[in-house]
């Protein structure tokens, strides 16, 4: 089995974001960025499979400025075979992200698409669904467990009563929930490794796909800013406050 | 301008989602509902203020069988609209993609028949975007609607249609209880994983039971198995938006304040008078939540809330 990757560069997660004054958008120079938490979880769901004998090649592919060689590299660090980075320095919307890697699954042929089941920048939670349209695959989006039996992969996805299981067939594309796996920290001597294996560079233009926004971003603000209320010292206090605000709610 | 809704069901009952998703799409158009369901469900869908028709089509389990049901009567529409629950995140890209539309997601306010605000960067910000694309495709937040009055009798249409998939539903895995739903809920009560243990939890549905609310947790939480993953409350879990949520021994990492940004009072109830929660939330109460919890629990029962 042949096993595509699509992985983002994001501001980590871990990084506290501002807005830029002029409502412009948010402030990304000079900011730390890492691999988008949830393309790490579809990485190591792929490597994994591979380690089990279940699949022979994976591509990773990213979108994105020059700079994403970076998690690229990380995920070759983790296990997977060769990178394609289709370069733009442009914003693309998902549905343009969509297109391209649409492009990249025409020519690759994998098996099985993995991404995250969102970015943490825009949390979007589109582009997996959207990659199922444009080339015709059944989906399993919010995937916490991949089983694959014979020709079938058994997917469980996290939805909003709970769980459920599905069954695919092969081609198909699945997006991975944060509770699929945990991922690995790739070791020195295979970060080293990572530089040497393959990974091919294309201007996004060459693909030949409508890449112009669909949208108008008009403004990006913060939101309405919270503060500190007051510290009761007592149960019977809050208690009391609890009382007082149930009483008064209106019921809906 | 005509706009198609689709119904949310949860098991074999019209979700609490769909009422807020029908008052909010009532701003941009009449509407029609799809219900894919029980003939149950349509008649009670039928009931929503706002609502101008209901298509029943059969029930469908999977994306692909809904996105073909959905496009068969997409040229009848200028708007497409789901709830962004895991079903319209499931749905409505695809159905997107499919019609060469990019979609608005997770819509919290409609500034105008074309502008629309939602949130980015887990919630730390909120970006206004104008749709100037012929047909929109989009998802709204349910909590940040009020919910549409009942009282309607719109006629029912039966659609035919053969739904096929590729993929095949397997089995539902249901979380089973009586609380109310978490992402409607006017009372929320909260635990982090400080809370130890699945048993501990009970501590939380005592209290919440207390106050006719619905039960959330932290990642941590659902990660260690004390609560399953529909109640995990953040930016990848729910988002809730009660007049009070009561988040005992939580941190407040961002990621979990992103579920948490619509909540009109918050208390916490935490060890560390430093936790970030803290400094943000309306009332704060310093202390052992294995003391604070039953204590809290047996005064609010004193009390005698009527709800
Ligand atoms: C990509 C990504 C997505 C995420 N999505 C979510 C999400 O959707 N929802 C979410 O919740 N998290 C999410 N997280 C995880 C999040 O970053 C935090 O790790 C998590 O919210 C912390 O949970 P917690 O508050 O239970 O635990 P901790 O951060 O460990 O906090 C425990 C708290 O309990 C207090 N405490 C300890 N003992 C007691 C006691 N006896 N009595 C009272 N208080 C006590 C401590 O002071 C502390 O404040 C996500 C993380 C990532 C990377």
């Known amino acids: 089995m042949k096993i595509l990757v699509a992985v983002k560069r994001v501001v980590d997660h871990n990084v506290r974001i501002r807005v830029r004054p002029d409502g412009s958008g948010v402030e990304t120079n000079g900011v730390r960025m890492s691999m988008n938490p949830f393309c790490k979880h579809a990485v190591e769901a792929a490597v994994q499979l591979a380690e089990a004998g279940k699949a022979d090649e994976i591509v990773v592919v990213s979108i994105g400025p020059k700079a994403s060689n970076d998690v690229i590299l990380t995920a070759l660090a983790m296990g997977a075979h060769r990178g394609i980075l289709i370069e733009t320095d442009a914003a693309l919307e998902t549905l343009a992200i969509a297109k391209l890697l649409a492009k990249v699954v025409d020519e690759e042929q994998p098996d099985l698409v993995l991404l995250g089941k969102q970015a943490v920048d825009d949390d979007s939670n589109h582009v997996g669904q959207m990659l199922a349209a444009l080339t015709d695959r059944p989906q399993a989006t919010f995937a916490s467990e991949i089983k694959l039996n014979g020709s ?38 295979m970060v080293m490794k990572a530089r ?32 500190a209320g007051r510290t009761v010292a007592s149960v019977s206090e809050l208690a009391a406050i609890i009382v007082a605000d149930v009483n008064e709610m209106e019921a809906i | 301008m005509s706009v198609l809704v689709l119904a949310e069901l949860d098991g074999e009952v019209l979700s609490p989602a769909t009422a807020r998703i029908v008052a909010a799409a009532t701003q941009l158009g009449p509407v029609d509902l799809l219900v894919s ?21 059969p029930a469908t389990a999977l994306a692909e069988g809904m996105v073909d049901l959905l496009a ?8 497409l609209v789901a709830s962004a629950s895991t079903t319209g995140k499931d749905v409505m890209p695809r ?39 012929a047909r929109h495709v989009l998802t709204f937040r349910a909590s940040a609607f009020r919910p549409a009055a009942g009282g309607n009798a719109a006629p029912i249409e039966t659609r035919e ?92 990492a961002l990621q979990h304040l992103a579920g948490i940004q619509g909540a009109k009072k918050i208390v916490a109830i935490n ?17 052992d939540l294995f003391e604070i919890v039953p204590q809290l629990t047996a005064e609010l029962e004193k009390a005698g809330l009527k709800r």
């Open chain 2, 161 to 252: 249609a053969t739904i096929a998939s590729a993929a095949r539903f397997i089995a539902a895995h249901r979380t089973e209880s009586d609380i109310p739903d978490l992402a409607t809920a006017q009372i929320v009560v909260g635990g982090g994983v400080s809370v130890g243990s699945a048993e501990g939890f009970r501590l939380i549905e005592a209290l919440g039971k207390s106050l006719g609310a619905a039960i959330g947790a932290t990642r941590a939480a659902v990660d260690a198995g004390y609560a399953p993953n529909d109640w995990q409350v953040g930016q990848t879990g729910k988002i809730i938006a009660p007049d009070l949520y009561i988040a005992i021994g939580i941190s407040g």
């Open chain 2, 95 to 133: 159905l997107a993609a499919r019609l060469d539309i990019q979609p608005v997601t997770d819509i919290v306010a409609i500034e105008g028949p074309n502008r629309f605000t939602r949130p980015i960067y887990a919630g730390n910000a909120l970006e206004t975007v104008t749709d100037g694309q």
């Open chain 2, 37 to 57: 369901g029980p003939q149950a469900v349509a008649e009670s869908a039928s009931g929503l203020s706002g609502v101008a028709r209901v298509i029943l089509a």
């Open chain 2, 72 to 79: 068969s009567l997409a040229p009848g529409y200028d708007y």
């Open chain 2, 271 to 287: 060890t560390d008078a430093e936790a970030p929660i803290v400094k943000i939330a309306d009332v704060a109460l310093i202390g």
């Open chain 1, 196 to 227: 040497s294996k393959p990974l091919a560079v294309r201007p996004a233009a060459e693909l030949g796909i409508d890449l112009a926004p669909r949208l108008v971003v008009e403004n990006v603000s913060p939101p309405p800013e919270r503060v």
């Open chain 1, 152 to 189: 079938e992969l058994e997917v469980t996805r996290e939805v909003d009563y709970g769980r459920e299981t599905i069954g695919l067939p092969l081609p198909a594309i699945i997006t991975a929930d944060l509770r699929l796996n945990t991922p690995r920290n790739a070791a020195l001597p």
